[in-house]
């Protein structure tokens, strides 16, 4: 994917990335929910970036479900979250 590096990311595209996790806990309005709908169904890109979204936030519930993730994991994702500004509640 090193040639996406050198173009412009469509808004289309961006608002999918900047939206996608609303999207998949479902707390989306539906006008828009059918947007993204739309455009992934239409765009290659969108539609993996929303499945690979997906298997993580499966994944990161199975651990929790298992409750087994060491302290150290689960502080380094903490970190990268608040990095990337997340902020619990």
Aim: negative net charge.
């Amino acid at each position: 994917m090193p040639e996406t590096l050198n173009r412009a990311i469509p808004l289309e595209c961006l608002h999918v990335q900047q939206h996608v996790w609303d999207y998949l806990d479902g707390r989306l309005p539906s006008q828009e929910t059918a947007s993204l709908q739309l455009h992934m169904a239409e765009c290659s890109e969108c539609h993996d970036y929303s499945n690979f979204q997906q298997r993580f936030l499966q994944a990161l519930a199975s651990l929790r479900a298992r409750g087994r993730a060491p302290w150290h994991l689960k502080a380094r994702v903490a970190d990268l979250l608040a990095s990337d500004g997340y902020s619990p509640g």
